[in-house]
């Protein structure tokens, strides 16, 4: 008989003692809790978060691991590393932040540079402290936690960023490091919806990588699945890809590939299709990381993924 997964906080559902992301011990539990590795005072709209409650100030935070390994990577020293001496690491207790956050004048708490759904324990933890001073949750996410985990974190969220970024198996197999996980498009739409239903605020990102995903068909197909599975209502934003990693040979989105693509969503019905020729994804490479800087200035602005094209 199979031996059932031991842990089921995201899609890969490893067996016992495989822990992908390298966050999870041989019975699937987290290890190093309460660990930092990057942080920055920036804005909702940076995530991007911009149909809910204004451009408020937020704390963004990371930490390290991930369950895929995307060849693009702007967050590769974070999402990559295995473990948390790699980028450098501070232990933070969930009040150590919120202290942190409301000190530094922000209205909300920002989960995101790594993948945040490796450490949901510890997003719960400071999600619930958060709430009890009157901080918002937003989470930054690949989508590729599990239902009954999305479900879970949708407790302790106001808002989520998602990503699609294609509804082809192979391109996230190819590009994202996803091999082992079957059906990997279908479970991350499934992970969306179901914080959809749980009444979570979405927006939907899908960063367009030039000779990847940048086809015509499967920008209607993502604007189409966002209709008709969730609303024409949800904001389906539109970013530019950045070399960077081990696609630093191709080159930077073609305005022309994001002009189609909005024109894709609003063909196809969607009410808020936003394209970013500046922005790639929310991105941790020239701010705070843990041991190697002082903390940034609360009211200064690093938009390491804002370029000019």
Not at 134 to 144: A, D, I, W, Y
Not at 182 to 195: E, G, Q, R, Y
């Amino acid at each position: 008989m199979t031996k059932s997964p031991q842990c089921h906080i995201c899609i890969r559902e490893c067996e016992p003692g495989i822990s992908f992301c390298h966050r999870r011990d041989g019975f699937g539990r987290l290890i190093s809790d309460n660990i930092i590795c990057a942080i920055n005072y920036d804005w909702l709209h940076d995530k991007p978060i911009t149909h809910l409650n204004g451009n408020v100030r937020v704390m963004s935070i990371g930490s390290w691991g991930c369950n895929l390994r995307c060849l693009g990577c702007q967050n590769v020293r974070l999402s990559w590393a295995e473990s948390a001496e790699t980028p450098g690491f501070k232990e933070m207790s969930p009040e150590e932040i919120v202290d942190s956050a409301l000190k530094n004048g922000c209205k909300g708490i920002c989960y995101t540079y790594n993948e945040p759904a490796v450490i949901i324990e510890s997003v719960e933890k400071i999600a619930a402290t958060a709430r009890e001073k009157g901080l918002m949750n937003v989470f930054v996410t690949n989508s590729t936690l599990t239902e009954k985990s999305a479900r879970r974190i949708s407790k302790c969220l106001d808002a989520v960023a998602a990503d699609i970024k294609s509804l082809d198996d192979e391109f996230y197999y190819t590009y994202c490091g996803a091999g082992g996980i079957p059906d990997v498009a279908c479970k991350i739409l499934s992970c969306i919806k179901a914080f959809y239903n749980s009444g979570v605020h979405v927006e939907v990102r899908t960063n367009i990588i030039p000779g990847a995903n940048d086809k015509n068909e499967n920008y209607h197909a993502i604007a189409s699945w966002i209709r008709d599975e969730m609303s024409d209502d949800i904001p389906w934003h539109i970013t530019r890809f950045f070399p960077a990693h081990k696609l630093d040979h191709l080159g930077q989105t073609p305005t022309e590939a994001l002009i189609e693509a909005q024109e894709a969503g609003n063909e196809e019905g969607l009410k808020h299709v936003h394209i970013y020729p500046d922005k790639g994804c929310d991105c941790a490479k020239d701010i705070f990381l843990i041991g190697n800087s002082d903390m940034p200035d609360a009211h200064s602005d690093h938009c390491c993924c804002s370029k000019k094209s």
